[in-house]
């Protein structure tokens, strides 16, 4: 049905099959769940379905995962249907609520529907965009609350990035919303060419390849882990002869091969603010005269509410100088009005290059002709991680602009941390698996505990996503039950038709297992540097080439080794089944260096030339069982399906292990919340007490942190200032690998709250930590003198002069603060302290943190209440 026309709205193209089939089913009544990738138009689908509800006077609510999202959403509707029937609800932004067409971030969604609000009246249509983020560790369960309890005749429309088991998602869907289809679609409506870019040490000039060609790895790829060629007489270390391109290299390739305008991934906001200074300072110029005219008159239409001092603190007319040049950094530590100006100028095509975090990979519409990925690993706020196949996807997906952009391109910058065979993996895999982070929480417990009797709470846990992947899991493993079950019969019958009893095959195969340890720690400790021998865990298994042994410490020996698929390996004993026997030996590289990248890459070279002897003719002679008293004696065949028998019993405790665990987690975790409520008075006999009606209403990470401060009186009797501080300790998380600060508290009175905010929190963590459950965060003093400071009037300039924080991260704490200050003057028992937060609340609320154009832009924050 390609090129067929909407059956709706009036729109300048033709629909997409893919979007024609999905119209259908929303005609036909159903939900549908739409899984695209970026650009292909899956937001299409949603306004046929807003269509829908507007045509049949009914309501429609748009959810997005931040802010930005809403936003751009907001201003797009605005444009077809005026003003004054489409709504923006969102932790800062509060337009026209009671509107038939609402975009909002999806907590505010979820705590309508548990807050029971009017505005849910009518409601005919929810559309979930980046229905995906439901994987995320913190916020995730929201697109689960929303899916359960929204009234039965409210009809979705989920949209979301390409995942490989879309089907399952829909079919859970399905499980509790009723008929929901699932369209998905695979075609990228701008081709998309991988590429490789190195810089030759040698040569001193840049190499661009194909990463793949006809869809597999390019062959030419392998020599970019070449080392370089060793100095006269061999002396000097061989190096990586490939390096990674400096930035200025990186530009000149974008810019000779017509692939500009691109954005640079950079996983730092420092680095991206020092990528975009850099290329200034080095004096690069993308602009004519004319276009930094209008980037200039742009620029002062988003930030000319701010005044002298906040742009001198923000660096304006550094910000202004890049821009000007086309250039730009783009990240979540800048304050909206900056990101907003960035974003304006590079849609119009006057910034030709942006140095960009991974947010904007998740958020405004800022496609690129090209992508540069400067790195395939991350930060994730404890260790370096290799990208995944979605978030390499999601990234990728800026590159080609529809209707601009014939082909879009993306290129990854070589590493000396990453193999080109990584790279390549990365850029065919189509391995997305959605998993669900669905977890119970304290103010999620209160609500249910309102809303139904405990089997009902139950049986709604029992309908989350989570549930029904453990499930489908269960079923998985009830099918393995059966077939290890089988394998056991089987052992223990020929055992039977041998006349060897099953039940004392254990106790020789014990006897023999001490044995045949020796023997293997013997082997061990015969290896050498170079050995190959053969190496086997779970169902793999591959020669591999000793790259070091050693001893622990408790004299446990270690043989470290690198196998012909480049997979590493440490073992100690426990890890091989029979003692290793020596196939061949490879020359190793000199130097000897065996944890050096190019070093294993050229161990497994020579190991894939090595010709190996046969593994069989090398099995060494095992230990005799039997006799001496301690069983029947066995042949070699009987050991054999001993240890066979063993293995499957042990088998299938893990089995049974997991199908108990993975049957009654959710329910486990529910009750023990409750269990922790009803010991600190929150529940009674399954009805909410007055201090659980407060916790309802309390939507954060720490909800029952904040609720056991206002029952308490902790936060009684506080001037605004010094609650606004207090406050941060709970709402603010220090970034970054380093700890946090230490505490920064100059008030005496600020002093003693906290110490009983911190007893109070470490009574709430010890009781989770009794049950297994760990829920409540550490507090933070890191935000507390800026908090207080500008709760009480202080300028913007004496308070971040001294502080890492940048300006986009006071603004969005700041707006995070307000958000659970707004919370408080609902629920405090207190009517001074209610007013307290109000105040509290109002004195933050100036500024920066409000003066932005329009509506604010953070890819970082959500909002969590309305």
Request: glycine share 8%; net charge negative; aromatic share 6%.
């Amino acid at each position: 049905m390609t090129g067929s026309v909407s059956p709706l709205l009036d729109l300048p193209f033709a629909l997409d099959p893919f979007q024609v089939a999905a119209v259908d089913h929303l005609l036909a009544g159903h939900s549908v769940v739409v899984a695209a990738p970026t650009g292909s138009g899956k937001t299409v689908v949603a306004d046929h379905a807003i269509e829908l509800a507007y045509r049949g006077h009914g309501k429609a609510f748009y959810t997005t995962p931040i802010k930005a999202l809403s936003n751009q959403k907001y201003h797009d509707l605005v444009a077809r249907y005026g003003e004054a029937e489409v709504g923006l609800l969102t932790g800062d932004s509060s337009i026209n609520g009671e509107a038939r067409i609402v975009v909002m971030t999806t907590e505010v969604l979820r705590n309508m529907i548990y807050g029971g609000s009017p505005t849910l009246r009518g409601l005919e249509y929810v559309v979930l965009d980046e229905v995906h983020y439901l994987q995320d560790q913190y916020r995730g369960p929201v697109w689960e609350e929303v899916l359960i309890h929204a009234a039965p005749d409210v009809r979705f429309v989920a949209l979301s990035a390409t995942v490989s088991n879309a089907d399952e998602l829909t079919d859970w869907i399905s499980s509790v919303r009723g008929p929901t289809e699932l369209v998905v679609s695979q075609i990228r409506p701008v081709e998309l060419t991988n590429l490789f870019l190195s810089t030759d040490t040698e040569t001193h000039r840049t190499h661009l390849i194909d990463t793949l060609v006809d869809d597999r790895p390019n062959p030419e790829g392998h020599r970019f882990t070449e080392p370089a060629t060793p100095a006269r007489g061999g002396r000097r270390e061989r190096r990586n002869r490939f390096a990674t391109p400096r930035r200025l290299e990186v530009l000149d390739v974008l810019a000779d091969r017509d692939m500009l305008p691109a954005i640079v991934f950079v996983f730092s906001r420092a680095g991206c603010d020092e990528a975009a200074a850099r290329l200034a300072d080095d004096g690069v110029l993308l602009t004519e005269e004319a276009e930094r005219a209008e980037i200039g008159s742009i620029v002062e239409q988003h930030t000319g509410h701010l005044d002298a001092a906040e742009r001198d603190v923000l660096r304006h007319d550094r910000f202004v100088a890049q821009l000007e040049r086309g250039i730009a950094a783009h990240h979540a530590g800048m304050v909206p009005s900056f990101k907003e100006a960035v974003e304006a100028c590079f849609v119009r095509g006057l910034v030709k290059l942006v140095f960009a975090t991974e947010t904007l990979a998740l958020g405004i519409n800022m496609p690129a002709r090209a992508v540069v990925i400067e790195r395939l690993t991350k930060f994730n706020g404890d260790t370096h991680e290799f990208l995944t196949p979605l978030e390499y996807t999601q990234l990728t997906g800026r590159a080609g602009r529809r209707g601009i952009d014939d082909v879009g391109y993306a290129i990854v910058l070589w590493s000396p941390f990453v193999r080109f065979e990584q790279v390549a993996q990365l850029a065919t895999s189509k391995n997305f698996t959605l998993q669900s982070a669905f977890r119970p929480t304290y103010n999620m417990a209160a609500n249910l505990v309102r809303m139904h009797e405990r089997e009902g709470a139950h049986a709604l846990l029992d309908r989350s996503f989570a549930q029904f992947q453990a499930d489908r899991g269960q079923q998985r493993l009830d099918r393995r039950r059966r077939r290890v079950v089988g394998e056991i019969e089987q052992i223990e019958a020929a055992l039977r038709s041998e006349g060897v009893d099953p039940a004392s095959v254990g106790r020789v195969a014990a006897r023999v297992d001490a044995a045949t340890s020796e023997l293997i720690e013997q082997a061990i400790a015969r290896l050498q540097p170079g050995h190959v021998v053969t190496v086997s865990v779970g169902d793999h298994a591959e020669p591999a080439a000793v790259l070091s042994v050693g001893y622990r410490s408790g004299g446990a020996v270690k043989v470290r080794l690198v196998g012909r698929s480049h997979k590493r390996y440490t073992l100690g004993i426990g890890d091989f089944s029979v003692p290793p026997a020596v196939l061949g030996t490879v020359d190793l590289p000199t130097p000897y260096q065996p944890n050096n990248g190019s070093f294993q890459h050229e161990v497994v070279r020579r190991l894939q030339r090595t010709r190996l002897r046969n593994a069989r003719r090398r099995t060494p002679t095992m230990p005799e069982s039997g006799g001496d008293g301690g069983g029947p004696i066995l042949t070699a065949d009987q050991r054999r399906r001993a240890h066979q028998l063993a293995d499957r019993r042990a088998q299938l405790r893990r089995i049974d292990d997991r199908i108990g665990v993975s049957g009654s987690r959710l329910a486990r975790q529910f009750d023990d919340i409750v269990g922790i409520l009803q010991a600190r008075g929150y529940v009674s006999n399954w009805q909410l007490t007055s201090h659980g009606e407060m916790l309802r209403r309390i939507y954060n990470e720490s909800d029952l942190a904040i609720a056991e401060a206002l029952r308490t009186g902790l936060l009684d009797d506080l001037r605004a200032p010094e609650l606004a501080g207090l406050v941060s300790c709970v709402t603010y998380e220090h970034r970054g690998p380093v700890g946090a600060p230490s505490p920064r508290l100059r008030s005496a009175a600020l002093r003693e709250r906290f110490a009983r905010l911190e007893d109070l929190v470490d009574g709430i963590r010890g009781d989770e930590a009794s049950v297994g459950l760990r829920l409540t965060g550490e507090l933070d003093t890191g935000f507390v003198r800026i908090a207080t400071g500008w709760a009480a009037g202080s300028d913007l300039g004496d308070l971040l002069d001294d502080e890492e924080i940048t300006g986009g991260d006071f603004v969005r704490q700041v707006r995070q603060l307000i958000d659970v200050l707004g919370q408080i003057a609902v629920a405090a028992p207190v009517a001074a302290t209610r007013a307290a937060a109000d105040r509290a609340a109002d004195a933050l609320r100036r500024g920066v943190v409000v003066a932005t154009t329009g509506t604010d832009r953070d890819p970082d924050a959500p909002a969590a209440a309305s």
